[in-house]
Nanobody, 129 residues
Framework: VQLAESGGGSVQAGGSLRLSCAASIYTGSTYCMGWFRQAPGKEREGVAYIDMDGGPSYVDSVKGRFTISKDNARKILYLQMNNLRPEDSGMYYC????????????????????????WGTGTAVTISS
């Protein structure tokens, strides 16, 4: 499985960016996909998730500003980011998992979904104030 992010860049606060993640797998049958970010000196955090049926979920800090979606025919995952803030800066990673199970435990696709199996190499986002 290969995931390749693109679309990062530098914008001013209040601006928008759209990230893309090209997948080598059919996104329509991928149990869970998500976008994660990591700021310098901070832990990686999940920001948006989408399940096999296209149902999205978000962490509170991005609700109403970020939209996750996917184009199954093109095997691309998107993250539309609006009203960006300096605290949104960081390396953004695309991740995917084909199974809801990990160590015998069932996971629901969403902010509590841990240990994604596959990861991209990231795209950098910088928001200036």
């Amino acid at each position: 499985v290969q995931l390749a992010e693109s679309g990062g860049g530098s914008v001013q606060a209040g601006g928008s960016l759209r990230l893309s993640c090209a997948a080598s797998i059919y996104t329509g049958s991928t149990y869970c996909m998500g976008w994660f970010r990591q700021a310098p000196g901070k832990e990686r955090e999940g920001v948006a998730y989408i399940d096999m049926d296209g149902g999205p979920s978000y962490v509170d800090s991005v609700k109403g500003r970020f939209t996750i979606s996917k184009d199954n025919a093109r095997k691309i995952l998107y993250l539309q980011m609006n009203n960006l803030r300096p605290e949104d800066s960081g390396m953004y990673y695309c991740a995917a998992d084909l199974s809801p199970y990990h160590d015998g435990r069932h996971r629901t696709c969403g902010p509590d979904f841990d240990d994604m199996a596959y990861w991209g190499t990231g795209t950098a986002v910088t928001i200036s104030s």
